[in-house]
């Protein structure tokens, strides 16, 4: 869905038109005296924020952008190293902080006391929508249920305690989420607060199913792998799950024993049998330069998903003629379309149009095109050709 965007102190923001159409609810909503003022302020505190989180994960090394969308603003982020405990959870209240302060900074500018009810029911309209915008939404931001930045800090604190919390937090927050809408439910006065309990327990039990679902184990796997790269810590995986190699070296490294990290990646390589871990598609690209760097000349065959994350890991690293040979070598020894499209994609963005399409007609006949190939950006300089469009309409 198409979305408008800048940038602001270097971050990328991005606004989806589900955020316009909020704002255009709330000043139907409330009128236009009182709602224009709110969605002013909405808006404003939405992006502080964001902002708040943008800023803190920089702090750590870590590249962030902002969207803004229905019901929701978020800062996603990409740690460039493990973060810690501390910095997972300073990130997450980070933004309540910066929401709260400077709304209750401004309030405080404006002679209105937020704490003194009486104080904001005679005040303007625009006092009392910059109070529910910024002190009122940021302190419900740190109620210590998810998906809320309140559970997000708890979840740290219980995996200190615990070691896994993914599951106990949402337990947890599923309870009182619940607790708290039957409360409502049977107070009559208060029932119109049922809606802000909704959207929390609505995405609570989405998150329950999809983690119980047994169809879904390969989703949870993945999850636990990124989360697993993203906090440099493997707390998330259940009961018969493990890190992928590519971690369990990276942690290895880190720790200062380069020699057992690549000592765990040939052996991981000499396995044959299939792999019971996940991609490692949150790791860094300066992570997974290192840990081919590690590996040496020549680079390693065996583990057909190593071979696979490796020539792929080369090709996003814009390092084409290696990765084109390296898939090369490994589609000789054991063919397959995903290989055959690496070759393919290292070879487009070399100007061999004639390899480019030679070997995408072999990954096309092997197992189909892989959805989202044609948004490659090597790719984009054939966007026009006809036998590239042939293949894309043939998949």
Known sequence: MPSSGFRLFGFPVHIRPGFLVLMALIVFINGAAFGGWLAVFLALFTLLHELG???????TGARAEIALDFLYG?????????????????????????QVSVS???LLALGVNPLVVDQVADASFAAQALWWAGP???????????????????????????????????????????????????????????????????AQLQLFFAR???????????????HAWRTGEATSFKRGMRPSPWFEASVLVAHGRADDGRRRLLDAFADGSPARWARPSAAPLATMESL??????????????????????LAALADY???????????????SGSMALIVARAAAALGDRTTTIGWLRAAHSREGLHAGWERWPEFAAYRDDPEFAQLGAST
């Open 136 to 202: 009122v939404i940021g302190m419900f931001n740190l109620i210590p249920v998810l998906p809320l930045d309140g559970g997000n800090i708890a979840r740290v604190g219980l995996e200190y305690v615990t070691g896994r919390a993914a599951d106990l937090m949402l337990a947890i927050s599923i309870g009182l989420t619940t607790a708290a809408a039957v409360w409502l439910v049977v107070d009559p006065e208060r029932r119109a607060w049922l809606v802000v309990v909704a959207f929390p327990l609505i």
């Open 53 to 59: 989180h943008a800023f803190a994960a920089r702090a």
């Open 74 to 98: 978020y800062a996603a982020f990409e740690p460039t190293r493990p973060l810690r405990r501390w910095e997972r959870a300073g990130i997450s209240f980070a933004g309540p902080a910066v």
């Open 292 to 313: 081919l760097a590690l590996l040496g000349e020549p680079l390693p065959h065996g583990n057909p998903m190593l071979e696979l994350e490796t020539a792929g890991a």
């Open 321 to 335: 003629p290696r990765s084109a040979a390296y898939a090369a070598a490994c589609f000789q020894r054991r063919p």
């Open 104 to 106: 209750v900074a401004v």
């Open 212 to 226: 119980r679902d047994p169809s879904d184990g390969a989703v949870a796997l993945q999850a636990a792998e990124d």
